[in-house]
């Protein structure tokens, strides 16, 4: 498939896939469960602390590179993230990640740090969905919305104790992100269409995002080398997945990342 039509796949896919989850009783379900979920973590503060934030992702595979962990066990691997980085992005993509709903509630019930819905938002229910599986955060895709639903999924999120990851790839995206008043910005350095990555996205696009802003790095980051460039830029996070998933101590590649941007 030509690569460009793989993300217009990704959301076929899932409105499909949305059509049989829903049921026009699924907001009323959501509603009554979300009154006895706990409050959880702030992914908002886990990210403006002092130093480098580090989100571990938990992705089993991708569109880009297919199976990337065949050894796939979200709980071990909460397990080892859990004291390493300062929150966890959890893949609930079915067809295209190999995620699932019950991997972003398993891990939320097993962490104290905050957990990211990372997955392809196109309908409010999945934001309510995302509320009632313990999640502290949302990502939604600037690329992948109209100006109006951007706007009002973030307000939804608010409104529901909810922070939101916003995702951008270029300078137009920004300003659709700012003026839906996002205050949490994740600048992917992956290019959608072709799949390429390159971190100097992220040094390219930063100075158009306002101070009020946090700033999140997300693909492509591998080690020292990408964090080195990283550093010539002020930013408050990165997205690290793929990384980690290849890797053996989830610990060690942790370390090597935080050092890289201290010293
Ligand atoms: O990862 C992909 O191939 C991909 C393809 C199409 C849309 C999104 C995709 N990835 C989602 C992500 O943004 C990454 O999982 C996340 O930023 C971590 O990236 P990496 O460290 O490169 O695994």
């Known amino acids: 498939m030509e690569k460009k039509l793989y993300l217009e796949a ?17 907001l009323q379900d959501f509603l009554k469960k979300i009154t006895s979920v706990p409050k959880p973590p702030s992914f908002y503060d886990a990210m403006a602390k002092e ?13 880009s590179k297919g199976l990337i962990r065949e050894a796939f066990n979200p709980m071990a691997l909460a397990d080892s993230y859990k004291d390493v980085v300062d ?15 019950a991997y972003l509630r398993d891990v939320s019930q097993r962490v104290t740090i905050p957990t990211l819905c990372k997955d392809f938002i196109v309908d409010d229910l999945q934001i309510y969905q995302a509320k009632c599986l313990g999640a502290s955060c949302v990502l939604l895709i600037v690329a992948i919305l109209e100006d109006k639903q951007l706007k009002d999924f973030i ?11 916003v995702e951008v790839h270029n300078q137009d995206e920004i300003k659709r992100a700012v003026d839906a008043r996002a205050n949490i910005i994740g600048v992917n350095n992956r290019d959608l269409t072709r799949f ?21 790095s997300e693909s492509g980051i591998r080690g020292a080398e990408e964090i080195e460039r990283l550093r ?7 997205l ?16 090597e990342l935080r050092d890289a941007y201290e010293t």
């Open 240 to 255: 690290v997945g793929e990384s980690f998933m290849r890797c053996k101590d989830i610990g060690a590649k942790a370390k």
């Open 51 to 63: 130093g480098l934030s580090i989100i571990g992702e938990i992705k089993k595979a991708s569109p």
């Open 196 to 216: 390429t990555v390159d971190v100097q996205t992220t040094c390219r696009l930063r100075s158009y995002i306002p101070d009020h802003c946090l700033v999140i």
């Open 87 to 101: 929150a966890l992005s959890v893949l609930t993509e079915e067809d295209y990640f190999q995620g699932h709903d």
């Open 10 to 26: 990704i959301i076929r896919q899932k409105e499909k896939r949305l059509k049989e989850k829903y049921t026009e009783n699924s």
């Open 155 to 165: 307000q939804l999120s608010k409104n529901l104790g909810l922070d939101v990851l």
């Open 232 to 238: 010539g830029c002020p930013i408050h996070g990165i």
